[in-house]
C-alpha cells in the first residue's frame, strides 16, 4: 500500500509540473512569437504547433488532477437535499461509473492513437510521429479512472467521510487545504 501511495504521490507532482510548466511554456511561446512577428517580421514555424500540443498535455492532465482534487463540475443540489446515507450511496455510486466510463474513454483513445501511429503520420511544422502529440488523451483518462477508483475505495473504506475526489470530501472549503 505504501508504494501505491508514493506512486500517486509521484504522479500527482508529474500532473501539477505538466499544467504549470504547460501553461508558462505556452504563454511563453506565443508572446515570443507575436514579439519576432510585429518587430522582426518574423513567425515561428512551429509555435502554433507547439501551443497546441502543450495545450492537449494541459488539458487532459487536468482531467485526471480535478478528479484527484474534487475540483471537477459538480451538481451538488440534490446532493446538498438528501441524507447523509445517501449522499454517501450517490458518490460511491458516481465514483464506480465514472472510472468504469473513463477506463471506456481511455481505451477508445487509446485505439484511437493506435490508429494514428498505424498511418504513420507527422506533424507538419515538427515532423515529430503525430500519435507522440495526442498520447496524453489515453493517459489522462486512465489516471482520472484511477482516481475515481480511489474515491470509490475511500467511500467504501470511511462510513464518515464522502469523498468527492481521492483529496477532497464533501463539505470542505477548498481541495488545496489537503495536498
Not at 63 to 80: F, N, W
Not at 104 to 111: G, M, Q
Amino acid at each position: 500500500m505504501n508504494l501505491l501511495k508514493k506512486l500517486n504521490q509521484f504522479i500527482k507532482k508529474m500532473e501539477r509540473i505538466i499544467i504549470a510548466y504547460g501553461i508558462i511554456f505556452i504563454s511563453l511561446i506565443l508572446i515570443s512569437n507575436v514579439i519576432t512577428r510585429q518587430f522582426f517580421n518574423y513567425s515561428w514555424k512551429a509555435a502554433e504547433e507547439t501551443s497546441i500540443f502543450l495545450l492537449f498535455g494541459v488539458t487532459f492532465m487536468t482531467v485526471s488532477y480535478a478528479a484527484r482534487t474534487g475540483k471537477h463540475i459538480t451538481m451538488t443540489a440534490v446532493l446538498d437535499m438528501v441524507p447523509h446515507r445517501f449522499k454517501k450511496a450517490m458518490m460511491i455510486i458516481n465514483a464506480i461509473v465514472s472510472a468504469i466510463c473513463l477506463l471506456a474513454i481511455a481505451r477508445l483513445t487509446w485505439n484511437y492513437v493506435m490508429d494514428v501511429k498505424a498511418l504513420g503520420r507527422i506533424t507538419p511544422a515538427l515532423s515529430i510521429p503525430a500519435w507522440w502529440t495526442i498520447i496524453v488523451m489515453p493517459t489522462g483518462f486512465f489516471l482520472s479512472a484511477i482516481q475515481y477508483a480511489i474515491t470509490f475505495v475511500l467511500n467504501i473504506k470511511y462510513k464518515d467521510r464522502i469523498y468527492m475526489g481521492s483529496e477532497q470530501t464533501y463539505g470542505s472549503s477548498d481541495a488545496d487545504i489537503t495536498l
